[in-house]
């Protein structure tokens, strides 16, 4: 006869004696209660063993033992199925606790409760405990040799050692429910410790007879298994990744295999949870990248609102004549993830495309974390791709689009220069999607031309279908004609941290005369050309006063031509500044690749010829810029103003630094600044504005608004912004001589000013 009838009261005792097996079926979520949670009463992280078994159970125990009255402890739902089984639905956390917490009070009770962790008749047989797990088999093992050899037989002195005992194997690591077990028997070693006064012996025959449960018999499975979708009180909510696996396991008659895939996947998120706690928050992510990709769209919507896709509803919305074939493609899109983390831990040249991505954060752990953090466009294309392919031949060509379509968006890139051309910018994840579903074969996917390909693919509302095999592409391959020795020539150039994978800038240099030696030309001039703005220990190492001149016009350069232009610099007052030498992340700074007169002086054969280019386009900015009055700097008491004064003296640093054969200071934290008031850049506060009268200094916006200048001991080092041009001299002859090189400079009558 069942010792559990429907609607009535049981004890532990009823429950785990003799011949009683409490199993926690494969539907079941793995035990968690020795983990943190998200406490929503307390909006904290929280583990739930310590309130239950010190603050209630123990606190109970003290008050109620001289009364000997019981405690209730809720309903339990389950199913009987075979004899004296009893299949738990809900109340998994609450009995696998009290099971925990029985076998360490029999640790302390001389084996007082042996037999209500293992029958006598299984002590003579295969030593089954009471409680069985049959979520997966490492949990079964597990809590099998636990209740043997460390609950009845105490053979470890404690808690902290079961790791080291020879029957612990390496797989229990991988197993979440085993880790909380053991994180639950630490807390509850600590608060039986620490209750010296405590009868060891009465508390457990307190725990055995007292607590009492109300038993639901739920008759048999399938309704056991709508029960757990339904209800749940344990005092921790079903995640929906643990609503899922009922909802779709149990509407299949044979599910087997299904089920053997799911555990699977929690053993594979398990081991890849990072700083997790557990392994439903990356189960969760994969759900929802599952549903968005087979979906199309980043969220769900309702009523003109929208609301995070629910893989659960989703689920939930499919008939359940269909769950076994969507079963079929979640296992294919979670060998494609595998796939994906797996490449990304072996292949470097993948790893480098992504890690320009997003470098991995200092707290990730492991790759399918720092994966967690990409934005959509990156890992749904790639697991799609992957999951298309199986196992792809081309996927570093395929990496190299994605990451330049990436740059293509956060840079805005050419959404100026043709407003109304399909031919660049960036194509969104949906699309791309729909081009691997379209094509048969890798190269297919890399040369999908979207605007003649236009009708095959379902617009999304509100999102433009932009070229995805745009101009850029095609000429690279052209170019290549497919040679080996080419294309990852081109994949260096493509590497480079300002074109990241566009190389349009070269294309646009070149004109009509497009061919590989010249191609070649522009991008080494180009490559030159970023090193000298932002690689200071690279112009310094040559050594060569030709670079240095190229390094100190181009930065002047830029600021002319407005790249970043003079201006308020963020957080400070009464002041502008310049950053010369500043290369930033922001669609801002990456304008500069629209410039024509960029292209113009890529145009140079050579450093000579570069330079000159670049000076003729300093002439025309200066000359343009109204800065200068027949040939000398325009700027004294009556009209000055602190940004042409900026422009000013940028260039005559420049002109100085060229005479004497100096490299320009690259420090440029803040940005070189001026105040606006005139009087407050003056070295002799005496004398009238002059720029040999003058000098910059570094804005400063915290502890305090202020201009920094240099220290008394560099104040002769001509070559740091933050100095006086000169002190060598009298502030008359530097002034004579400001003006006899910027006469020079700017008549054009020598380019060689010494």
Not at 75 to 81: N, T
Not at 241 to 247: A, F, Q
Request: aromatic share 12%; proline share 3%; with cysteine.
């Amino acid at each position: 006869m069942s010792s559990l009838r429907n609607g009535e009261e049981f004890s532990l005792r009823e429950l785990f004696s003799h011949n009683n097996k409490i199993v926690i079926p494969d539907l079941q979520r793995d035990y968690c209660w020795g983990d943190s949670a998200y406490i929503e009463q307390e909006k904290s992280q929280k583990e739930l063993v310590s309130g239950f078994v010190g603050d209630y159970l123990l606190t109970s125990f003290k008050e109620k033992s001289s009364t000997n009255s019981d405690l209730m402890l809720g309903l339990v739902y389950g199913y009987e199925e075979p004899l004296n089984c009893f299949n738990i639905c809900d109340g998994q956390q609450r009995i696998t606790t009290l099971f925990l917490l029985l076998g360490m009070v029999n640790r302390y009770s001389d084996g007082e409760f042996n037999d209500y962790i293992i029958s006598s008749t299984e002590m003579q047989d295969d030593y089954e405990p009471h409680l069985l797990y049959s979520i997966r088999e490492s949990t079964l093992y597990f809590l099998s040799d636990l209740s043997l050899h460390f609950f009845i037989k105490d053979s470890i002195p404690n808690v902290s050692l079961i790791k080291k005992s020879n029957w612990y194997f390496d797989e229990y690591e991988r197993d979440a429910s085993v880790q909380s077990m053991l994180a639950a028997l630490e807390t509850i070693d600590k608060i039986l410790v620490n209750e010296k006064t405590v009868d060891y012996k009465s508390f457990g025959h307190f725990l055995l007879n007292n607590l009492k449960m109300i038993y639901y018999d739920m008759e048999n499975r399938a309704r056991g298994e709508e029960t757990y979708i339904v209800i749940n009180t344990t005092g921790e909510p079903l995640s929906s990744t643990e609503n899922i696996k009922p909802i779709l396991l149990g509407s299949i008659s044979d599910n087997k295999v299904y089920n053997e895939q799911w555990e699977e996947r929690e053993d594979w998120f398990w081991q890849n949870r990072g700083r997790d706690l557990c392994a439903d928050d990356g189960m969760k992510l994969f759900f929802i990248w599952f549903w968005q990709s087979k979906l199309l769209q980043e969220k769900t919507y309702k009523d003109d609102k929208e609301f995070p896709i629910d893989p659960r509803k989703e689920f939930l919305n499919i008939d359940k004549n269909a769950y076994a074939s969507t079963l079929d493609e979640v296992k294919s899109y979670f060998d494609a993830l595998k796939y994906c983390v797996d490449i990304l831990n072996e292949n470097e040249e993948i790893k480098k495309q992504l890690h320009f991505i997003q470098p991995p954060k200092k707290n990730c752990i492991g790759t399918y974390s720092w994966l967690r953090e990409q934005d959509n466009n990156i890992v749904l294309p790639l697991i799609g791709y992957i999951q298309k392919f199986k196992q792809p031949q081309k996927i570093n060509a395929f990496i190299r689009r994605i990451r330049r379509n990436w740059f293509d968006s956060i840079r805005n890139r050419h959404i100026n220069e043709e407003p109304a051309s399909n031919t660049y910018f960036f194509v969104d994840w949906r699309y791309i999607l729909q081009i691997i579903g379209n094509s048969t074969e890798e190269d297919e996917v890399l040369n999908y031309d979207t605007e003649v390909n236009s009708s095959s693919i379902r617009l999304i509302p509100n999102v433009k279908l932009n070229q995805w095999n745009n101009e850029d592409e095609v000429i690279k391959k052209n170019l290549c004609g497919g040679d080996a020795e080419r294309e990852m020539a081109v994949w260096e150039w493509e590497d480079n941290k300002d074109i990241m994978g566009d190389l349009s800038i070269i294309w646009k240099t070149l004109d009509s005369s497009l061919n590989w030696n010249d191609a070649q030309k522009v991008y080494n001039t180009f490559n030159l050309l970023l090193k000298c703005f932002c690689n200071e220990n690279y112009v310094r190492e040559t050594n060569d006063s030709l670079v240095f001149n190229i390094a100190n016009y181009y930065r002047l350069f830029r600021v002319l031509r407005g790249y970043r232009a003079p201006g308020h610099i963020d957080y400070t007052k009464n002041m502008n500044g310049a950053w010369f030498s500043w290369r930033a992340e922001d669609p801002v700074y990456f304008s500069y690749l629209l410039d024509p007169a960029l292209a113009r002086v890529l145009r140079a054969d050579s450093k000579e010829e570069l330079l000159s280019l670049l000076k003729e386009e300093v002439r025309k900015s200066v000359l343009e810029s109204g800065i200068v009055n027949n040939n000398v700097p325009n700027i004294d008491d009556d009209n000055f103003r602190s940004i042409p004064y900026l422009e000013l003296w940028l260039t005559a640093k420049a002109l100085w630094a060229e005479k004497y054969g100096l490299l320009l200071s690259y420090w440029d934290g803040a940005g070189i600044a001026a105040w606006d008031d005139c009087q407050k850049n003056k070295i002799d506060p005496e004398l009238p504005f002059t720029l040999a009268n003058s000098h910059c200094g570094y804005a400063i916006c915290r502890p305090a608004n202020r201009i920094a200048y240099v220290s008394k001991e560099d104040i002769d080092k001509e070559e740091y912004f933050d100095t006086q041009i000169s002190i060598k001299k009298s502030i008359p002859e530097v002034d004579e001589e400001i003006n006899e090189l910027f006469q020079h400079f700017l008549k054009k009558e020598s380019d060689d000013l010494n």
